[in-house]
T-cell receptor, first 115, second 111 residues
Framework: DAGVIQSPRHEVTEMGQEVTLRCKPISGHDYLFWYRQTMMRGLELLIY????????DSGMPEDRFSAKMPNASFSTLKIQPSEPRDSAVYFCASSLMGQGDTEAFFGQGTRLTVV | GENVEQHPSTLSVQEGDSAVIKCTYS??????FPWYKQELGKGPQLIIDIRSNVGEKKDQRIAVTLNKTAKHFSLHITETQPEDSAVYFC??????????FGSGTRLQVQP
């Protein structure tokens, strides 16, 4: 398996624009996680899914952020409208079971810059 | 919820020396403590983990110790090499199926 695949690797957008980040988890993994990494706040969990169903979205910063998982092999994280403070590296991770039971595999991340 | 604190934030050692990174956690219900290594431009990768029914675990040059009474756990790297240079994260889980990460330690191994 190629691992967790994220696209794009880099995204530069203007404030107010819509941004969509994409993730393809490892085949067979039932859990998918979205994290945001910044210098100030470290690695923050935004939301996670189990069998395509959102389980915990308490980490989503505000209504401008939304995430979907239409099927087992694809998830999106959307920011609309984007703001400069959204600039960060966004990671997607997947695991066979929950992160307390099995290893979580991270993608390479998407570096988002909002100017 | 779980709160994981990690220190030091940066650590510089000479090649061949040992490195120790420490973490504390707040939730006594936590029972799984992994360590992740993040190299530049990459996502975090699991290097070792420990469960609450074990006090120590070792894998070649890396080891993790856990003190449940004091609620702290540590990563030990012996005979450090330049390729050990990276950011290391500890994490804790309380059974909610997702991890809470520490703030990270940037380890620099000087050749």
């Amino acid at each position: 398996d190629a691992g967790v695949i994220q696209s794009p690797r880099h995204e530069v957008t203007e404030m107010g624009q819509e941004v969509t980040l994409r993730c393809k988890p490892i085949s067979g993994h039932d859990y998918l996680f979205w994290y945001r990494q910044t210098m100030m706040r470290g690695l923050e969990l935004l939301i996670y899914f189990n069998n395509n169903v959102p389980i915990d979205d308490s980490g989503m910063p505000e209504d401008r952020f939304s995430a979907k998982m239409p099927n087992a092999s694809f998830s999106t994280l959307k920011i609309q409208p984007s703001e400069p403070r959204d600039s960060a590296v966004y990671f997607c991770a997947s695991s066979l079971m929950g992160q307390g039971d099995t290893e979580a595999f991270f993608g390479q991340g998407t570096r988002l810059t909002v100017v | 919820g779980e709160n994981v604190e990690q220190h030091p934030s940066t650590l510089s050692v000479q090649e061949g020396d040992s490195a120790v990174i420490k973490c504390t956690y707040s939730d006594s219900a936590s029972n799984y403590f992994p360590w992740y290594k993040q190299e530049l431009g990459k996502g975090p990768q699991l290097i070792i983990d420990i469960r609450s029914n074990v006090g120590e675990k070792k894998d070649q040059r890396i080891a993790v110790t856990l003190n449940k009474t004091a609620k702290h756990f540590s990563l030990h790297i012996t005979e450090t090499q330049p390729e050990d240079s990276a950011v290391y994260f500890c994490a804790g889980d309380t059974g909610r199926r997702a991890l809470t990460f520490g703030s990270g330690t940037r380890l620099q191994v000087q050749p």
